[in-house]
């Protein structure tokens, strides 16, 4: 089994930055894809960036390219940088780990969840 936890959020002005951190414990011997996405209210969960279990690869929704960047510093904890925060950017942020390889968009491909993280952007 795989713990997944966010940390990093808060409140923030619009066109600022915040930075998320993503650690997975347990069996984290084995290699997993990361992934972010993010829930708005009254929203569905949707797709926000994912990368490779590598590190070399990684996805961005179109809404995120060019402001968020993901990496991982290693197996088992990832990051997701912020920047030119808008609004709209407004949501709970969650992080998931999946047992495949590759790059991984599809919610129903991760296995493991976070509780998510609050960010909240100001106009």
């Known amino acids: 089994q795989v713990q997944v936890e966010e940390s990093g959020g808060g409140l923030v002005q619009a066109g600022g930055s915040l930075r998320l951190s993503c650690a997975a414990s347990g069996r984290t011997s084995s290699s997993y894809a990361m992934g972010w996405f993010r829930q708005a209210p009254g929203k569905e969960r949707e797709f926000v960036a994912a990368?490779?279990?590598?590190?070399?690869?990684t996805y961005y929704a179109d809404s995120v390219k060019g402001r968020f960047t993901i990496s991982r510093d290693d197996r088992s904890t990832v990051h997701l940088q912020m920047n030119s925060l808008k609004p709209e950017d407004t949501a709970v942020y969650y992080c998931a780990a999946s047992r495949l390889p590759g790059l991984v968009a599809a919610s129903r491909q991760y296995d493991y969840w976070g509780q998510g993280a609050q960010v909240t952007v100001s106009a």
């Open positions: 990368i490779s279990w590598r590190g070399g690869l």
